[in-house]
C-alpha cells in the first residue's frame, strides 16, 4: 500500500532545515485592557482611507397585520492606489394603506429602481478599463422611478407607494423622492433637517397657510398623499442633488418613524447609540413604545474619514 502511494501522489523531497528569520522571532504582546480602552473610547480616530458605512432598522409596527414597507441598502467601497470610492444605494418604500397590493409596490419600486441602477454602475464600479455613464445621475434616478412606476401600473394596478432613494458617489448624495417617506441630515449639533418635501396634502395646506404647524400635526387626515409611484399616469418626483451631511448622518424612513417620534428622540437615539445598528434599533423601539401605529423602516448612512 505504501509504495501504491509513493506512485500515485510521488515523494516529497526532503528540504533543509529553515532558519529562523527576524519575522519567525518576533513576538508579540497583549494590549493592557487601558490601551483597549483607550483605543475604543478614542472620538479622534483617524480613518486613511474614506468610506460610506450604513445600517437598516425595521418593524412591523404594534398596530399592523402585515408589513407594506420595503428597503434597499447597498454600500460599497472600492479603494487602491487612486482615491477610494464610496458608493451606496438607499431606497425606503412604504406601500399606501388601503390600497390593493401596498406591499406588492413597495417591493416591486426597491427592486427595479435598485436593479435598473446596479446596471448601469456595473461597468463604472467593475470593469476595467473604467466606463463612464452615459446619463447623468439625476437622469438615471429619474429613468429608474419613471420605470418603477410603470411596473406598478402594470403589475399591481390600483396599488401605490412612497419612494425616498438615495444614491451616493463620493460627497455627493442623489435624491428621488415621491410621497411621505423623508430623507434627513442628521448633524453632531443636533439639528435634524429635512432633505425632501412631503407631497401630502396636510403639507400642501401647511405651505397654503391654511394650517399652522401644530395644526398640520394633529391634522385628521396627514396619510392622505397627493403623488405616489403608481398612480396617475405621469409621476413627478422629485430629484436633486446635495452634499452628503459632512461629520453627521444621512437618514432615510417611513412615516411610521418620523411620524410618532420627534426629531429631539431621533437625534438622542442616534447620538446615544455606540454604532449605527443601535442607533437604527434605538429609534425603532422607541416608535413601538410610543404604540407603533404603523410599519416602521429606516436607514442610516455616515461617511468616516
Known amino acids: 500500500m505504501a509504495d501504491f502511494l509513493r506512485k500515485m501522489f510521488g515523494t516529497k523531497k526532503s528540504e533543509p532545515e529553515k532558519q529562523p528569520t527576524q519575522v519567525d522571532m518576533a513576538t508579540t504582546a497583549p494590549l493592557s485592557d487601558q490601551q483597549i480602552s483607550s483605543i475604543i473610547g478614542s472620538q479622534s480616530s483617524k480613518y486613511e482611507m474614506k468610506q460610506l458605512v450604513a445600517s437598516v432598522g425595521q418593524s412591523i409596527g404594534k398596530q399592523r397585520e402585515h408589513n407594506e414597507d420595503s428597503v434597499l441598502a447597498l454600500t460599497a467601497t472600492i479603494s487602491g492606489s487612486a482615491e477610494s470610492i464610496p458608493f451606496g444605494l438607499y431606497v425606503v418604500a412604504d406601500g399606501m394603506g388601503g390600497h390593493q397590493f401596498g406591499e406588492v409596490a413597495s417591493n416591486a419600486a426597491v427592486r427595479i429602481m435598485g436593479g435598473n441602477i446596479m446596471k448601469k454602475f456595473h461597468s463604472y464600479l467593475f470593469n476595467l ?18 420605470e418603477a412606476h410603470q411596473y406598478v401600473q402594470r403589475e399591481a394596478p390600483g396599488s401605490g407607494t412612497t419612494v425616498t432613494a438615495a444614491l451616493v458617489l463620493g460627497q455627493q448624495v442623489t435624491i428621488a423622492h415621491v410621497g411621505d417617506s423623508r430623507a434627513y441630515s442628521v448633524y453632531p449639533d443636533g439639528r435634524v433637517d429635512p432633505i425632501t418635501r412631503d407631497h401630502s396634502l396636510v403639507k400642501r395646506l401647511e405651505e397654503l397657510g391654511h394650517l399652522s404647524k401644530d395644526e398640520a400635526a394633529n391634522f385628521p387626515h396627514r396619510n392622505v398623499l397627493i403623488r405616489a409611484l403608481g398612480q396617475g399616469e405621469a409621476l413627478e418626483a422629485d430629484i436633486f442633488t446635495v452634499p452628503f451631511p459632512q461629520s ?14 420627534d426629531e429631539k428622540d431621533i437625534y438622542r437615539s442616534i447620538i446615544e447609540a455606540p454604532n449605527l445598528h443601535r442607533a437604527c434599533q434605538n429609534m425603532v423601539e422607541a416608535a413601538n413604545a410610543a404604540g407603533g401605529p404603523d410599519n416602521i423602516t429606516v436607514i442610516l448612512a455616515q461617511m468616516i474619514g
Open 129 to 146: 478599463p473604467t466606463q463612464t455613464l452615459q446619463e447623468s445621475l439625476q437622469e438615471l434616478m429619474e429613468t429608474s422611478i419613471t
Open 248 to 261: 453627521g448622518y444621512l437618514m432615510i424612513c417611513s412615516d411610521g418613524l418620523w411620524g410618532v417620534i
